[in-house]
């Protein structure tokens, strides 16, 4: 089947937390859809694997370390992206989560542990989005994904600032998409479920597998190729919204 709608070939698309997980899984699938990656992770040792099997399909592209966290590296990740590429076409905000130090019932929450959540979930989405958009609304073109979360739609009893932060970046998605769409950015987000990515409890990934009414927990590419149709001229006249992509998974505590 030939779908050019579809086709990314010759665009460039950042991808933030390409290393591992949704991420890299992102990564793969807008590759194998044409495009060339630059891969925005904190950790360089992940992210060079993800570029080596990028390059493994044929596409450019390379890595570039990068705490989401901090303006003057998200600066430095967007200008080194139009020096080397020449044209930023895609943003996918996907490096975001929860450490160990955050997951702590909601009245533990300590001013630092707040914070530190926010930054990684929404304030480095605000950065990303608008540092991008400079050079995007000088492009007059572009294209923005941000992950959230379903998190966002139920009481975050793992985390309570990560909950309020992924309805935040639900928040600015319709916001940034308001203000770029004279531009001609688009800016959406996607919301997964539960996809296992690294250790876990079990027990909960069985119960969670149970409840959600197609019988399996998500995958990196179940993201990834929703990704990949925000990201193609196949969603042209889609601006402002959030996908869930969670199988229908009960907003249930
Ligand atoms: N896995 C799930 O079940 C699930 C569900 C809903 C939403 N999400 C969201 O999907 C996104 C990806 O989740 P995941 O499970 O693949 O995460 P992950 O922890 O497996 O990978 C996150 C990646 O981001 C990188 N990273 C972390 N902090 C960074 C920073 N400050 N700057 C740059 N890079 C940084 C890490 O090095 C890693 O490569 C997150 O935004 C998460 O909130 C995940």
């Not at 303006?71 to 930023?88: D, H, I, M, P, Y």
């Not at 929450?109 to 304030?123: P, S």
């Not at 990515?197 to 179940?222: N, Y």
């Amino acid at each position: 089947m030939n779908l050019p709608v579809f086709d990314l070939t010759g665009r460039t698309a950042i991808v933030t937390g390409g290393g591992r997980g949704i991420g890299k899984g992102i990564c793969l699938a807008l590759a194998q859809a044409g495009a060339n990656i630059i891969v925005a992770n904190r950790d360089t040792a992940t992210a060079a694997e993800t570029v080596r099997e990028i390059e493994t399909l044929g596409r450019k592209s390379i890595a570039i370390q990068t705490d989401v966290c901090q303006s003057a590296q998200v600066e430095n990740l967007v200008n080194k992206t139009v020096e080397v590429f020449g044209t930023l076409d895609i943003l996918v905000n996907n490096a975001g989560g929860t450490t160990k130090e955050m997951r702590v019932p909601p009245l533990q929450v300590t001013e630092e542990i707040w914070d530190a959540a926010i930054d990684l979930n929404l304030k480095s989405i605000f950065l990303c989005s608008q540092i991008a958009a400079k050079t995007m609304i000088q492009q007059k073109k572009g294209n923005i994904i941000n992950i959230s979360s379903w998190y966002a739609y139920m009481p975050s009893l793992v985390s309570m600032p990560y909950g309020a932060a992924k309805a935040g970046v639900n928040n600015l998605t319709q916001t940034m998409a308001h203000v770029l769409g004279p531009y001609n950015i688009r800016v959406n987000a996607i919301a997964p479920g539960a996809v296992p990515t690294g250790p876990g409890d079990p027990e909960m990934r069985e119960r969670r597998r149970k409840s959600c009414p197609l019988g399996r927990l998500g995958v990196p590419e179940d993201i990834a190729w929703a990704v990949v149709y925000f990201a193609s001229d196949a969603s042209s006249y889609v601006t402002g919204q959030v996908l869930s992509v969670d199988g229908a998974i009960p907003k249930i505590v």
